[in-house]
C-alpha cells in the first residue's frame, strides 16, 4: 500500500496544470505617445544602437474635505513641464512637475506657494537648462534649485503682508526629468514609489514621531508638548509659520525649519507609478496598502485620476479626520501595465485521480 501511495504522489507531483494564464511584460517603444501629446523620444545623451527606458507619463488626481470645516490642501499636476514653461524646453522628455501642499493656520500659505509654484521653482536662472540628464553637475544643479524654492517660497511668506504670521503649508514636490525622478519634502506629506509592486518610500515624514527631527528640534531649543513642536505643531519642517520660527535663546537655528530632504532615483520599466498624498491619507492607509490599491486600480481600468479617487475613498471609509489629496503618476501605458500575480491552478490526470481514489476507497 505505502509503494502505491508513494506511486501516486508522483503522479500527483506532475500533474500540475500550467497557470490559466502567463502573462509577459511589454516592453514600450521609445516612439510612442499619450492622448495628451507627450513625445517619449529617446533623451539626448544615449547610445540609439542601445534601447533604453523612457517613461510615458500620466497622472490623476483627487482631493476632498473629509470631515474638517475648512479646505486647506492644494496640488498641481503638470505632465508637459517643458511644453508649458518655455525657459524649460531643452529639458528631455519626459518632464513633469508634481506637489501637494497641506496647509494648517488657513488655506492662505498653500494656496500663495501653489499660485506661485512654478516662478518659484522653475523662473530662477539658476536653475539648470541642459538636457544632459546623465551628467552628475545636472543632477546637482537640480538638486540645488528644488532646495532654493522652498527656502524663497518660505521667505516668499514672511515677506507678503496679506498671509498671516501663523499660516504655514508642508511641502512636497516631484520633479520627473527624463528617466531622473527627485523628490523634495518638507512636512509629513509622502511620495511613495510602486517598484514591481514594492512601496519604495521616496520621503520622510517630518514629524516628532521621528526620532532624527526629534534630535534636530530639541538641539535647536525646540520642546514637545504631547506629540507637538512647542506644544502647537504637529510637523517639524513647514513653509510659513513665521510666528514659529523664532531662535531659540542660546540657540543659532530654529527648531522649525522649511529645509527639504531631497531623495533622487532612475527610473526603469520596473517602476510602474508614484503616490503623492498629505496625511490624511498616511494617517489611515500604510505605504504599501495605498500601493496596491492603486496598482489594483491600474489593472482594472489604467486611469490614475480614478485610482487617487480610490485612495482617497478608502482613507474616508477608514474615518481619517484630515482634508483629503492623492496624485498619482503612472509610468506605464496600458499595454504594460503588470498584471497582479493571478493563483496557480492545479489538477491531477484522470489516470491519478482514479488511482487515488481507488487507495482511498480500500482504506
Not at 34 to 48: C, F, I, K, W
Not at 311 to 320: D, G, H, K, Q, Y
Not at 351 to 359: D, G, H, I, M, Q
Amino acid at each position: 500500500m505505502v509503494a502505491e501511495a508513494e506511486v501516486v504522489f508522483r503522479q500527483i507531483s506532475s500533474a500540475v496544470i500550467s497557470p490559466l494564464s502567463s502573462p509577459k511584460l511589454g516592453i514600450r517603444r521609445s516612439t510612442a505617445s499619450v492622448s495628451g501629446g507627450l513625445s517619449t523620444s529617446p533623451v539626448a545623451y544615449h547610445d540609439s544602437s542601445v534601447p533604453v527606458y523612457v517613461p510615458t507619463i500620466r497622472s490623476g488626481s483627487y482631493a476632498d474635505i473629509g470631515p474638517k470645516r475648512f479646505m486647506e490642501d492644494e496640488h498641481i499636476c503638470v505632465d508637459d513641464l517643458s511644453s508649458q514653461v518655455s525657459c524649460l524646453s531643452q529639458l528631455p522628455n519626459p518632464s513633469a512637475f508634481y506637489a501637494v501642499f497641506d496647509g494648517h493656520g488657513g488655506s492662505e500659505a498653500a494656496t500663495y506657494v501653489k499660485q506661485n509654484a512654478i516662478r518659484l521653482f522653475f523662473e530662477d536662472e539658476k536653475f539648470p537648462q541642459t538636457s544632459e540628464v546623465n551628467n552628475s553637475v545636472y543632477v546637482e544643479e537640480v538638486r540645488s534649485s528644488l532646495r532654493n524654492a522652498f527656502l524663497q517660497a518660505d521667505l516668499a511668506l514672511a515677506e507678503d503682508c496679506s498671509i498671516s504670521s501663523s499660516s504655514g503649508t508642508t511641502a512636497l514636490a516631484a520633479l520627473i526629468s527624463g528617466r531622473l525622478l527627485m523628490v523634495a519634502n518638507a512636512g509629513d506629506c509622502r511620495a511613495v514609489l510602486c517598484r514591481k509592486g514594492r512601496a519604495i518610500e521616496m520621503s520622510h515624514d517630518h514629524r516628532p514621531i521621528n526620532l532624527l527631527e526629534r534630535r534636530r528640534v530639541e538641539k535647536s531649543g525646540g520642546v514637545f508638548e504631547d506629540g507637538y513642536l512647542n506644544g502647537e505643531l504637529s510637523v517639524t519642517r513647514a513653509l510659513g509659520d513665521w510666528d514659529m520660527k523664532r531662535t531659540p535663546r542660546g540657540s543659532s537655528k530654529s527648531p522649525l525649519i522649511s529645509e527639504p530632504e531631497i531623495k533622487q532615483t532612475t527610473l526603469t520599466e520596473d517602476d510602474e507609478f508614484l503616490v503623492m498624498a498629505c496625511d490624511g491619507i498616511w494617517d489611515v492607509l500604510t505605504s504599501q496598502e495605498a500601493v496596491s490599491i492603486v496598482k489594483r486600480g491600474l489593472n482594472r481600468h489604467d486611469d490614475p485620476g480614478r485610482c487617487a479617487r480610490e485612495l482617497v475613498m478608502e482613507a474616508l471609509r477608514l474615518n481619517t479626520f484630515d482634508n483629503l489629496t492623492a496624485v498619482v503618476v503612472s509610468f506605464v501605458t496600458g499595454e504594460r501595465v503588470v498584471p497582479l500575480e493571478k493563483k496557480r491552478c492545479f489538477g491531477l490526470t484522470p489516470e491519478a485521480f482514479r488511482s487515488l481514489r481507488s487507495l482511498l476507497d480500500g482504506s
